[in-house]
């Protein structure tokens, strides 16, 4: 581990709080250890009986709506700001569900439980290949196994089932 402002190599120092943390001698200063942050959506309408879901190109499974935050953005913006761009559809409301880091891309998925206007996604064709409505059943077959979006899919769907 090298420092990111300066290049040194971090040594882990022992921080009143937080425990053994990196830390750059060379700026006297801890280094927490840096990562993305994004949102991902399960997304469904106002009758709560679909759930929408993505496909990018040249991929077979969906997948659920998701884009980075960006720095000095809320998470709850980058929920209305990124579903927009990627849909054409307005959010209507959201509630936070649970996050999952994901290790390959040293993201923390922050995923929200999304209730969309009716209406057809208008999607982007340079980023998505596809975005459809699917009953929930078909949304649990379709969505990519084994990945933080079933876990997230499954998570919303038993939520939906109580009353959100
Ligand atoms: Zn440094």
Not at 10 to 19: K, M, S, T
Not at 78 to 95: A, D, G, H, I, S
Request: net charge negative; with cysteine; hydrophobic share 35%.
């Amino acid at each position: 581990m090298y420092c990111p402002y300066c290049g040194e190599k971090l040594a882990l120092v022992l921080h009143d709080q937080e425990g053994l943390i990196p830390y750059c001698k060379s700026c006297g200063e801890f280094r927490f250890p840096q990562f993305a942050t994004a949102v991902s959506m399960v997304v469904t309408n106002r009758t709560k009986d679909k759930i929408l879901l993505a496909k990018h190109k040249n991929q077979d499974d969906y997948i659920l709506i998701a884009g980075y935050i960006k720095k000095g953005e809320t998470a709850e913006k980058t929920v209305t700001r990124e579903f927009r761009e990627e849909t054409k559809l307005n959010v209507v409301k959201y509630k936070y569900m649970s996050s999952r880091y994901h290790e390959s891309h040293n993201v923390l998925m922050l995923n929200y439980l999304v209730i969309a206007e009716n209406g057809d996604p208008v999607i982007d064709e340079n980023e998505l290949d596809e975005v459809k409505w699917f009953d929930p059943e078909e949304a649990l077959e379709a969505i990519r196994k084994d990945s933080d979006a079933q876990y997230f899919l499954k998570n919303a769907l038993s939520e939906l089932k109580n009353k959100f």
